[in-house]
């Protein structure tokens, strides 16, 4: 069983999405967190409300007492995958409000904590580290980059930049007078991982597999170096794509050799296969932001 096809052009974001879900229960590693950004209504927050499974806990409520209560009501701590539809939410308050949630963000996709500030005797909750699953139009990315570097969401969250091509958005007007794409939601998708008591699982990365991966980790730090600046054009102000300095490739190896373990997990294997790095190859080019990929 795949994931709902009826989103055109999707197919690769929704496998991406499915590969992510499995991170959350191997070993040597924390759950991968992603961002999926491109324009108003294209199914981001649709795509990833199709999945279901004890490990996923859909909210928009991410102050601390949100997250204080996905800690203290998971009690089997089954949780590893926090999936938020709209980011936009998160980055709509006041700075000071928005960078505690972001920081409290951060704390439970590393280390799995929680600073509490409301006044309770506890000021501290801890659980298994938990990623982030969430979206974002283009627009706000460009409006709080700037920030969202400053406060480190670059290095905990994978930005995935798409676009609909005119092919694609043809397809999609066919299908909507046919009545193969519509409002309603998807058709659940199950996501079954491995009982929790076999957690953490161990996929293994032989040598070929793993060389190619440290090889795109060097294409994705260059990928990350492109930002949004706004520039003086005509008189007015665009923003426009600029290359900024490359991160180191440690985090990007680090995430693309987790990501290809979650793949390999999804299709029940033990070890990455060349498949699974043909993969993340894929999912790279999805990372770099002046070039969005057109599906």
Known sequence: MSPDKSMIAMELLQETLKAVIFTGCLAGTVPLSVILVGPPGTGKSKAMLQFCSPSLHVTNDVTTSGLSDIINDDKAGLV??????????????????TNLTVANLLTLTSEGSVRIDDGRRQKELK??????ITA???????????????????????PLFFNYGLPTRISIQKEISNGGVTLEQLLPYPVVLPPPPCWPVKINIEEKESDRLRELSRE?????????????????????????????????????????????????????????????????????????VQL
Do not use: C
């Not at 659980?127 to 982030?132: Q, S």
């Not at 460009?142 to 905990?156: M, S």
């Open 80 to 97: 590893r995958h926090i999936v938020i539809p709209d980011f936009n939410i998160v980055v709509s308050h006041k700075a000071a409000t």
């Open 136 to 158: 974002m139009t283009r627009e706000v990315y460009e409006e709080h980059a700037k920030r969202f570097r400053k406060l480190g969401i670059g290095r905990r969250f994978t």
């Open 220 to 292: 994705m730090s260059e990928n990350l170096s492109y930002q949004p600046r706004w520039e003086r054009e005509d008189g007015n102000y665009v923003i426009r794509p600029f290359r900024g300095t490359s991160p180191l490739e440690f985090t990007p190896h680090m995430v693309l050799r987790t990501l290809a373990q979650g793949r390999a997990l999804s299709d029940r294997k033990i070890r990455v296969h060349a498949e699974d790095v043909d993969f993340v190859m894929e999912v790279v080019r999805f990372t770099n932001y002046g070039v969005p």
């Open 127 to 132: 659980h298994a580290p938990i990623g982030i």
